[in-house]
T-cell receptor
Framework: DQQVKQNSPSLSVQEGRISILNCDYT??????FLWYKKYPAEGPTFLIS?????DKNEDGRFTVFLNKSAKHLSLHIVPSQPGDSAVYFC????????????FGTGTRLQVTL | DSGVTQTPKHLITATGQRVTLRCSPR?????VYWYQQSLDQGLQFLIQ???????AKGNILERFSAQQFPDLHSELNLSSLELGDSALYFC???????????FGPGTRLTVL
């Protein structure tokens, strides 16, 4: 049962344009969401997070949007840079019962020149 | 560099063997988590410890066990290894169970 889904395995975007990565979840008990970036041969690196009491969180070039009614979140990267090329994982947790993270399968972003 | 260290980086072993993976959390972090990532899959939560005590368990096989020591480092023991146990094993740590988890570089286990 895949409770966190990233339906796009890959995405290619030109440098300077916007990258939009999507994530859907099925568990309505999730109340905190995170995005991690992963380069090859490295562990996931925390990028940005959002609590379910908010619908938007921004940090520099990265913005996460949460639509609770649709059980959907998205990560926007503007402007995209070649160094952003990596695999992006969406993760969710239910803080009340356990702090474990449930991850999506990831989206490979390639930013081209 | 997240501050979380894992050893070894790579491990190649045979079916039926037993291995131990080691994790040192970031300085000050009390919570340690173990995750498994099989080929092209997301990370699957295995187990969490907080200040030496088991806090949460995921789909961890009975052949696998873990512990967190008084100095807060953690070890994941995998026994009676099977081909399907080949994966990346990540350790993460956080200050407390509700804080952001920071991941180590992982241990790549190959079972032949």
């Amino acid at each position: 049962d895949q409770q966190v889904k990233q339906n796009s395995p890959s995405l290619s975007v030109q440098e300077g344009r916007i990258s939009i990565l999507n994530c859907d979840y099925t568990n309505s008990m999730f109340d905190y969401f995170l995005w991690y970036k992963k380069y090859p041969a490295e562990g996931p690196t925390f990028l940005i997070s959002i609590s379910s009491i908010k619908d938007k969180n921004e940090d520099g070039r990265f913005t996460v949007f949460l639509n609770k009614s649709a059980k959907h979140l998205s990560l926007h990267i503007v402007p995209s840079q070649p160094g952003d090329s990596a695999v992006y994982f969406c993760a969710a947790r239910n803080t009340g019962t356990a702090s474990k993270l449930t991850f999506g399968t990831g989206t490979r972003l390639q930013v081209t020149l | 560099d997240s501050g979380v260290t894992q050893t070894p980086k790579h491990l190649i072993t045979a079916t039926g063997q037993r291995v131990t993976l080691r994790c040192s959390p970031r300085s000050g972090d009390l919570s340690v988590y173990w995750y498994q990532q099989s080929l092209d899959q997301g990370l699957q939560f295995l187990i969490q410890y907080y200040n030496g005590e088991e806090r949460a368990k995921g789909n961890i096989l009975e052949r696998f066990s873990a512990q967190q020591f008084p100095d807060l480092h953690s070890e994941l023991n995998l026994s009676s290894l099977e081909l399907g146990d080949s994966a990346l094993y990540f350790c993460a740590s956080s200050l407390s169970p509700i804080e952001t988890q920071y991941f180590g570089p992982g241990t790549r286990l190959t079972v032949l």
